[in-house]
């Protein structure tokens, strides 16, 4: 059999939202197709710096290449797959991800790609390589004559039965020069969020076992490219199980495996019958140096409608259990839901105001707007308020090459304050953090422009004043420029 090759195409966004850490996923793949006797290759075009030059070589001697997509990476995603089949005109193009999860049939109707993994993709690439006839392989889409076939998913991915992550697989200068290791103990999340691609896909939750996860954690810290890194669990919720979290924090202490680590946790965790005084104690002891929430909104009606679960109040109570216990809490917002009001906006606007108050430790991520992904309730809003996603391939990728987000919030018509919506992640970006901090954003301008720029976001900050965002749009036609 020849080798499997697995690609993380570049993208066409600024480097820093991408560059800290690899992809778990793709990791997870090469683990078990390696474990399995499969030979197979991660190569990354974000982070290689010969990529051009290993992908020719590469793909010249693999049988099956495979893509890993979000949005913002189809243009080179495309690019490579023609390049693939011009190199190596025998050679079958599988694409996986977020992108062609949500979007099975188009993706699979596009002249380059034989088919498309669905969801998770280790049992679906295994079986690819193995069957002869794809007609058997569970989890994929695939072109048949005029039609998209789909086939029936595959089997649920049970985490326990996987072999520990194999870091020799994944190219040896992005460990190297990587700043954030990924790990994961679990998959998917139980609860309920109408917005988020878990609850939408259904993926439940699956742990890995306390042992797995303090052998993957002893093979990290023994690996010398490592030392002196910081750690992120990229599951989706950590905590679910808090007897098996409190296992894996209690047996970081007790093996000596210390590492700074953050990870992702709900606000109404925080509370004494789950993550109380005594557990944060202990986290913070392992090395837990922050907890990322998904705050979303400071209306409850917002909260409410995308069935977070949570209150503004929990999400304060949960950001003064982190100053407390010295961990730095981080919470994401959305804006510009169907149906959601400017006074829902302000309201989370006031509640971001609150949580900065706090201490300048406090981390605000967005508000970004929301975009909508196809089998939710509030897709269907947006598509009942006249927008549409685009129908093909081509015209994601025309949108992603042209775009500096994939989705642009002058085309949601369930949008009522488009301006607002659009401007707001600037105001609070550069208007609600300190000078120095909004100065010395990952934004390239001219430094007195920005000067300028950013005073004017925080005078618009203090008063909440956020009409005709005209600076705001030079700044965005400069930048995009
Ligand atoms: C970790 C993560 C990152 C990391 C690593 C990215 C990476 N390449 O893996 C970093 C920080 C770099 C990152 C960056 C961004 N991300 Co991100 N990220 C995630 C997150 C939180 C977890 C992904 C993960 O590791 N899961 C665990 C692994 C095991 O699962 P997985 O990655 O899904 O992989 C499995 C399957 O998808 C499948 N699969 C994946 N690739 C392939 C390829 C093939 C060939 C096959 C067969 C199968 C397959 O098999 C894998 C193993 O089972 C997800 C949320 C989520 N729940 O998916 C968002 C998510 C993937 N990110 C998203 C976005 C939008 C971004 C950003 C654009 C955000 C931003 N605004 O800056 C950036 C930039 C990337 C970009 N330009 O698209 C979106 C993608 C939506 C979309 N339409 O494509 C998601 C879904 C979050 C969301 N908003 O809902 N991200
Ligand atoms: S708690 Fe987080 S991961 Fe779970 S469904 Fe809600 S947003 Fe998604």
């Known amino acids: ?15 820093d939202n991408y560059d800290s850490s690899v992809s778990v996923g793709l990791l997870s793949i090469a683990t078990y197709l390696d474990f399995k006797g499969v030979p197979v290759k991660i190569v990354d075009g974000v982070r290689q710096k010969n990529f051009p030059k290993i992908f020719k070589e590469e793909a010249a001697a693999s049988d099956l290449i495979c893509f890993s997509v979000m949005t913002m990476q189809i243009p080179k995603a495309l690019e490579l797959s023609e390049l693939a089949k011009k190199i190596n005109p025998r050679c079958r193009i599988i694409w996986g991800g977020a992108h062609p999860t949500f979007f099975p049939e188009q993706t699979a109707r596009h002249g380059l790609i034989d088919a498309v993994v669905i969801g998770d993709g280790e049992y679906a690439v295994y079986d690819l390589a193995c069957e002869a006839d794809w007609k058997n392989v569970k989890g994929i889409a695939y072109e048949d004559g005029a039609a998209v076939k789909i086939n029936p998913p595959q089997r649920p991915l049970e985490p326990e039965k996987m072999p520990l992550f194999n870091w020799e697989l994944e190219p040896r200068e992005i460990l190297e ?12 999340c139980p609860h309920r969020c109408t917005f988020c691609i878990n609850a939408i896909l259904k993926n439940n939750w699956r742990p890995r076992t306390v042992e797995q996860v303090l052998s993957d954690l002893k093979i990290i810290n023994d690996k010398p490219y490592f030392k002196n890194k910081k750690l992120r669990f990229w599951d989706e919720n950590f905590f679910v199980d808090i007897k098996r979290a409190k296992a894996i924090v209690g047996g970081m202490i007790e093996r000596g ?19 109380d005084d005594d557990f944060m104690k202990k986290m ?17 009606i917002v909260l409410d409608k995308i069935k977070k679960d949570i209150t503004p109040e929990q999400i304060i109570y949960a950001a003064k259990q982190c100053l407390k216990h010295d961990i730095i809490p981080q ?26 108050k706090l201490s300048g430790k406090v981390q605000i991520l967005g508000p ?112 995009t420029k």
């Open 257 to 275: 495996l210390k590492l700074p680590w953050e990870t992702t946790v709900r606000a109404n965790y925080i509370s004494t019958a789950m993550v």
């Open 368 to 479: 970004q707007a929301f975009r909508p992904y196809p089998g939710s309730e509030l897709y269907l809003e947006c598509t009942a308020s006249g927008w549409s996603a685009p129908e093909s391939l081509e015209a994601w990728s025309h949108l992603a090459k042209n775009q500096l987000n994939y989705l642009q919030v002058k085309n949601f018509n369930w949008v009522k304050h488009k301006d607002f919506v659009d401007s707001m992640e600037a105001y609070v970006r550069f208007g609600a953090h300190s000078l120095n901090s909004a100065m010395g954003s990952s934004v390239k301008a001219q430094k007195f422009l920005k000067l300028a720029f950013v005073l004017i976001c925080q005078l618009r900050w203090k008063l909440k004043f956020f009409a005709w965002p005209i600076e705001f749009k030079l700044a965005k036609k400069f930048i």
């Open 331 to 356: 919470f994401s917002f959305m804006v510009g839901l169907p149906g959601e009001l400017k006074s829902d906006m302000k309201l989370t606007l006031n509640l971001i105001d609150r949580l900065i």
């Open 284 to 300: 913070k002891q392992s090395g837990c140096y922050l907890l990322s929430f998904g705050a979303e909104s400071g209306s409850q």
């Open 1 to 15: 059999m020849n080798q499997i090759l697995l690609i993380n195409p570049p993208f066409n966004i600024a480097k």
């Open 177 to 188: 020069n990587l700043s954030l290791i990924p790990t994961l103990t679990s998959r998917g």
